[in-house]
T-cell receptor, first 108, second 114 residues
Framework: GQSLEQPSEVTAVEGAIVQINCTYQ??????LSWYQQHDGGAPTFLSYNALDGLEETGRFSSFLSRSDSYGYLLLQELQMKDSASYFCAVHNTDKLIFGTGTRLQVFP | GAGVSQSPRYKVTKRGQDVALRCDPISGHVSLYWYRQALGQGPEFLTYFNYEAQQDKSGLPNDRFSAERPEGSISTLTIQRTEQRDSAMYRC????????????FGPGTRLTVL
């Protein structure tokens, strides 16, 4: 079977740092992506990791450990607009398999 | 430039009716994907195309679901003899190619089967 596990909800305050973890078990693996989705909106791409290590894009960073089947998304200097759902997604050949999502609530 | 567009944005139908959902990808994008997303869940892969060729339809739930992309641009997802369990948000995404990691999602079609 294929599964991706994420915490269902995370809360934090403005200016803080939050880490959203993702563990996966899939029959094929080519990389791990992260998507952000605001309520009522479409998923939008944040980052992609194919190799072990940390990828940094502005306030967001994403980490991958292929040997541990684990990755995380790190959000720094949180802003209210970061309140959204965050999905990890495994690239399995040419298709994406999404996790169940983590709802992030940022409080002032 | 224009993003991915989908129509209709909302569709209400009666059980047993057929529905056709349309996706217009970003111009020039080779790859087109269909997903279904239940409330509070991540998108669930249904099928995808490279140009007009359907490469993988392993996610289609059963033979009532079909998709086509005859000219390698616009795609239609058809659900025959709809059932209440088919109610969901249906999303389309496109990417310049399968070698591109990022997929660009459309606004979705909210399907409600009564």
């Amino acid at each position: 079977g294929q599964s991706l596990e994420q915490p269902s909800e995370v809360t934090a305050v403005e200016g803080a740092i939050v880490q959203i973890n993702c563990t996966y078990q899939t029959s094929g693996f080519y990389g791990l992506s992260w998507y952000q989705q605001h309520d009522g909106g479409a998923p939008t791409f944040l980052s992609y990791n194919a190799l072990d290590g940390l990828e940094e894009t502005g306030r967001f960073s994403s980490f991958l450990s292929r040997s541990d089947s684990y990755g995380y998304l790190l959000l720094q200097e949180l802003q209210m607009k970061d309140s959204a759902s965050y999905f990890c997604a495994v690239h399995n050949t040419d298709k994406l398999i999404f996790g169940t999502g983590t709802r992030l609530q940022v409080f002032p | 430039g224009a993003g991915v567009s989908q129509s209709p944005r909302y569709k209400v139908t009666k059980r047993g009716q057929d529905v056709a959902l349309r996706c217009d990808p970003i111009s020039g994008h080779v790859s087109l994907y269909w997903y279904r997303q239940a409330l509070g869940q991540g998108p669930e892969f249904l099928t995808y195309f490279n140009y007009e060729a359907q490469q993988d339809k392993s996610g289609l739930p059963n033979d009532r679901f079909s998709a086509e992309r005859p000219e390698g641009s616009i795609s239609t997802l058809t659900i025959q003899r709809t059932e209440q369990r088919d109610s969901a948000m249906y999303r389309c995404a496109s990417s310049p190619s399968t070698a591109t990691n990022e997929q660009f999602f459309g606004p979705g079609t909210r399907l409600t089967v009564l």
